[in-house]
């Protein structure tokens, strides 16, 4: 089974864009990468997002989950490849910036009511299941060495303990967290810091990321009985799905593919396996749940292959089989 390259060419300029960058190796300055990112940055729904995300942070939180957050919204144009300096992004890293906690990481609006240990009032907050995503972004947009995204970094970092991140909030949040034993990691929190730690080169062979992956691949290898904070690796979350949401299938693998120590893990290729066996014959994937927030996109359908979601599994198989990062 081979990457499907020409279709993925033939589709949008970002899934063009990324195709080019990430499965041919060529180059930013190279005229069909630099021809490709034009029309991904005039891209009419890629401009839609960034002007949503214009009015950083946007509503209070009321579910993590929700596809449709700002902050998933974020993650998904730095997945794409924007960065500092592209028309617009200027205004929303500023208004990130803006919401530091005097702890490190970066604040979004909550609102946790009181029956579930917060106060019931809208304020300024983080939690482990959001600031690491925040982080991710930054970095991927360029800020990697900003002394606040530092911060950030190792005070994030810091909350790690010896079974992996746990459900861990700010102390505007007072008692909550998830609905789980305290002693417990919260599988998302560690998807969530992985991904943001694999993106910094020095970070990447930290025993902390040791640590955070084993976590994940324990309760895949333990997913009939180890479900710490209602977090499954069931049937559902073996459907695959995009953009990289929540706790699923493609999300685990792409994040834990940037971990080029892990590609000969007995545990991570059970989950390759489960992947490629979703591949049709022309090597294509196709969603098996969709996020309906996402569904004027080319992947908010199950109809029909989609590119995006086929170059994520493709950069996943091609991580682990080259041992590329």
């Not at 919260?186 to 993106?199: H, I, Q, R, V």
Request: charged fraction near 25%.
């Amino acid at each position: 089974m081979n990457a499907p390259i020409d279709w993925l060419l033939e589709g949008e300029p970002w899934i063009e864009y990324r195709t080019r960058l990430d499965m041919l190796g060529q180059s930013e300055q190279d005229s069909r990468v630099m021809s490709a990112r034009k029309s991904m940055l005039a891209n009419a729904q890629v401009q839609h997002l960034i002007s949503e995300l214009s009015g950083w942070p946007g509503t209070v939180i009321s579910s993590h989950k929700s596809a449709g957050q700002p902050f998933h919204k974020l993650t998904f144009l730095a997945d794409l490849g924007l960065r500092a300096g592209d028309p617009g992004m200027d205004a929303i890293i500023t208004r990130i910036l803006a919401h530091q906690s005097v702890e490190g990481p970066f604040q979004l609006p909550m609102n946790i009511p009181a029956h579930y240990g917060g106060t019931g009032q809208d304020q300024w907050a983080w939690a482990l299941c959001d600031a690491p995503l925040t982080v991710y972004a930054l970095i991927k947009f360029g800020l990697k060495n900003e002394p606040p995204v530092q911060a950030a970094i190792e005070y994030l970092a810091g909350l790690l303990r010896d079974n992996g991140w746990p459900c861990a909030v700010s102390k505007e949040l007072g008692k909550f967290r998830g609905p789980g034993r305290k002693d417990d990691p919260c599988p998302f929190a560690n998807l969530a810091m992985l991904k943001a730690l694999s993106e910094i080169e020095e970070w990447r062979d930290n025993p902390a990321c040791q640590v955070g992956t084993d976590t994940l691949l324990r309760l895949w290898s333990e997913s009939d009985t180890q479900h710490p904070y209602m977090f499954y690796m069931g049937t559902d979350f073996r459907k695959p799905k995009i953009p990289l949401v929540w706790y699923d299938l493609i999300h685990v693998l792409d994040v834990l593919s940037k971990f080029s120590w892990l590609k000969q893990d007995k545990r991570m290729l059970d989950m390759l396996t489960v992947l490629k066996s979703k591949a049709d014959r022309q090597g294509r994937f196709t969603l098996e749940s969709v996020w309906t927030a996402w569904k004027d996109w080319e992947f908010g359908q199950k109809k029909e292959p989609s590119r995006w979601l086929t170059l994520t599994a493709w950069r996943i198989i091609q991580r682990l089989e080259s041992g590329l990062v």
